[in-house]
């Protein structure tokens, strides 16, 4: 499937020129705006509080029967999925980080050229902003445990909540897609339209998002770059605040909190908290270079990440697994050699793109493109392409191992009614929840390396080509 469009100088499509869809164009991208929610909604639910992961109907299909799994599920109705009153503290959070934007010590970065040949300005403090929150809520634990009111109310909240984003990521994806028809060639503000998203149909431009960098003036906010916002502060913040509230309710119904939730929470925090240190590497990753601001990103930012990546925990804080000191062992390692790949080779790619002298990469070797570009052909980049994703993916290992042999059965007393939770009939069988994570992330990954090899073939034509002579593999050394 082909659209029509080309970008000249200055960022806006004049004459067309055939072009490939994504995602199985208009009808694809449809069925993924509708398909990403509920796989979100789906993960909530088979980890329930009702009735185990997953629900025993599950697990004897030729007696399924509808109502009896709603019921095991705690289906709260059609209605019951949204809540005015939660909708309302979810923007109350967006509000505050935006407050946090706006107040903190920031710096300022510039970033990538542009088509249009200018350069935007990128206020950077989610690091100040993700630690004054974390430092709010550990306050507030520290004073009331875990009854600590945001705890317990993302718990019993919990559909809600995912509800309100997913209101969010709608409201956004509309509102970007509408404004972005005002940005005119030679513009003052830099203002730009996405490759991916100017096919003109209507439905896919929404879902990739035409504009590449869109952004709002608030008042008494002052300039707010809506891409990288969402990037980096309400949802990937919100992972940790998940994860936190998931260990505070295994706190409250178990009495302690397990190794494995300890690990999983301080793993993912790192990868977060990593992430906002390193802040200003994000503006040379494709998701900002590359990708218009749609559905796809809003939904990926603000729904996908931190409901999606917070499963494990979810499921911790309702199943306690204790690892042990062999456990803990290996899943360190897991972690540390997938954190030393992941930093290691994008610390030496932003060594290489600011400063080729820098003592610590400046023996590296590197082939001259006719586009004028440099590509390593040695260190971490000569080894794979994408070398990176490879630690990336063996971190996310680290996310799932701590879950164990998953599955859980929820077990009433006849008289007290309280629940027990025992592994049953459903041991192993809520692996395929626990660990859907890195079975996604991988497919995630080899199809970001393909749009990546595609945009690099049409950048450095043959030198790319003799690029892939000298550097052979795409992610995994020796495999892949």
């Avoid at 062992?329 to 080779?345: H, K, P």
Wanted: a neutral charge.
């Amino acid at each position: 499937m082909t659209s029509m469009n080309v970008l000249p100088k200055g960022g806006i499509p004049s004459k067309p020129v055939a072009k490939h869809y994504e995602f199985g164009g208009p009808l694809g991208v449809l069925g993924m705006a509708i398909g990403l929610p509920s796989i979100v909604y789906t993960g909530a639910f088979l980890i329930n509080d009702v009735s185990g992961c997953p629900p025993p109907s599950l697990l004897h299909p030729s007696t399924f029967k509808l109502e009896n799994f709603l019921s095991e599920i705690g289906w709260p109705g059609w209605t019951g999925l949204g809540s005015f009153r939660v909708t309302g503290w979810v923007l109350a959070y967006y509000a505050f980080n935006l407050f946090l934007y706006a107040v903190l010590p920031a710096y300022t970065v510039k970033g990538t050229i542009l088509k249009t040949g200018g350069r935007l300005d990128y206020r950077f403090n989610a690091f100040y902003t993700g630690v004054t929150i974390m430092s709010i809520l550990a306050i507030g634990t520290a004073l009331q445990g875990p009854d600590f009111p945001p705890w317990t109310f993302i718990w019993e909240n919990y559909i809600q909540i995912i509800t309100a984003n997913v209101y969010i990521c709608f409201t956004l994806a509309c509102f970007v897609y509408i404004r972005s028809f005002a940005v005119k060639e030679g513009n003052l503000e830099n203002r730009e339209i996405a490759s991916e998203g100017r096919s003109g149909n209507i439905i896919y431009d929404w879902f990739m998002g035409r504009e590449l960098n869109p952004r709002v003036d608030i008042p008494l906010i002052g300039v707010v770059d809506i891409k990288v916002f969402c990037e980096l502060r309400p949802g990937l913040l919100g992972w940790v605040i998940l994860d936190c509230a998931f260990m505070a309710h295994q706190y409250k119904i178990h009495g302690y909190v397990s190794d494995s939730i300890f690990l999983l929470t301080l793993f993912q925090g790192f990868y977060v908290f990593d992430s906002y240190w390193m802040e200003p590497a994000m503006l040379t990753t494709m998701d900002i270079t590359t990708d218009g601001f749609g559905f796809m990103l809003s939904m990926g930012d603000l729904v996908w990440l931190p409901f999606l990546y917070s499963l494990q925990a979810r499921y911790l804080g309702m199943h306690a697994v204790n690892l042990g000191l062999s456990g803990v062992s290996l899943v360190l390692a897991v972690q540390a050699l997938g954190f030393y790949i992941f930093r290691a080779s994008n610390n030496e790619k932003n060594r290489f793109r600011t400063d080729p002298s820098d003592p610590r990469i400046a023996h590296l070797k590197y082939m001259e493109t006719k586009a004028g570009s440099k590509l390593l052909v040695s260190g971490w980049w000569g080894r794979a392409r994408h070398i990176n994703y490879l630690g990336d993916w063996i971190m996310g290992w680290s996310y799932s191992l701590p879950t164990g042999v998953a599955g859980y059965q929820i077990i009433y007393g006849e008289d007290s009614g309280l629940k027990t939770l025992v592994p049953g009939d459903a041991r192993g069988w809520g692996m395929l929840v626990t660990y859907f994570y890195i079975i996604y992330f991988a497919a995630m990954l080899m199809h970001r390396e393909t749009r990546d090899e595609e945009k690099c073939v049409k950048k450095y034509g043959k030198d790319w080509e003799e690029y892939k002579k000298k550097v052979p593999w795409r992610i995994v050394p020796g495999i892949y």
